[in-house]
T-cell receptor, first 111, second 110 residues
Framework: SQTIHQWPATLVQPVGSPLSLECTVE??????LYWYRQAAGRGLQLLFY??????ISSEVPQNLSASRPQDRQFILSSKKLLLSDSGFYLC??????????FGQGTRLTVV | DAKTTQPNSMESNEEEPVHLPCNHS???????IHWYRQLPSQGPEYVIH???SNVNNRMASLAIAEDRKSSTLILHRATLRDAAVYYC???????????FGKGTRLSVIA
């Protein structure tokens, strides 16, 4: 069966520090991969999506970047975090079936 | 992608049916109607989807208007565990991202 792993579950980082969030998918090949962010009390915002290795589409200009070094690995990064980067980060995948599957999320607090 | 409009919030009594409406007047002929829900502090989960015909699964039913400009998600017997934000999303192709609106926050009263 397909599973999605996202870690860490919670993270507290100082302003100006780097960020790396990792997401891996098991049980499927060539999935579409997505990063979303949900600020406190707000809706889900699509940040990046990828349809293949090395292919990244950015939906919102900001100080975050994404990379897909392997077929089932998706990484969200930042060189210098801002206070406004705080939020709930979700990784998701979809494939040939209609459903998209979401990870458990990382709650990031920038202090 | 075409836009959807949902009420901000709804309330239901436990064990009662719940009808969650969604308007999508600019829907195109190839747009699928998807519903997801997000429980507190969790990622969204798939509920149901359809194109033209009404759909049923173990979680819910989806009623689609004949002109496809609106749809209704039906929870047949609301439980406390159904309290969540429900999102109605139009999706043209399977490999396009899900774009979430504000959704409807459903409260279930015991």
């Amino acid at each position: 069966s397909q599973t999605i792993h996202q870690w860490p579950a919670t993270l507290v980082q100082p302003v100006g520090s780097p960020l790396s969030l990792e997401c891996t998918v098991e049980g499927t090949s060539n999935p579409n991969l997505y990063w979303y962010r949900q600020a406190a009390g707000r809706g889900l915002q699509l940040l990046f999506y990828s349809v293949g290795i090395g292919q990244i589409s950015s939906e919102v200009p900001q100080n975050l970047s994404a990379s897909r070094p392997q077929d089932r690995q998706f990484i969200l990064s930042s060189k210098k975090l801002l206070l406004s980067d705080s939020g709930f980060y979700l990784c998701a995948w979809s494939s040939v079936i209609p459903e998209a599957f979401f990870g458990q999320g990382t709650r990031l607090t920038v202090v | 992608d075409a836009k959807t409009t949902q009420p901000n919030s709804m309330e239901s009594n436990e064990e009662e049916p719940v009808h969650l409406p969604c308007n999508h007047s600019t829907i195109s002929g190839t747009d699928y109607i998807h519903w997801y829900r997000q429980l507190p502090s969790q990622g969204p989960e798939y509920v149901i989807h359809g194109l033209t015909s009404n759909v049923n699964n173990r979680m819910a039913s989806l009623a689609i208007a004949e002109d496809r400009k609106s749809s209704t998600l039906i929870l047949h017997r609301a439980t406390l565990r159904d309290a969540a934000v429900y999102y109605c999303i139009l999706r043209r192709y399977l490999n396009t991202p899900l774009v979430f609106g504000k959704g409807t926050r459903l409260s279930v009263i015991a």
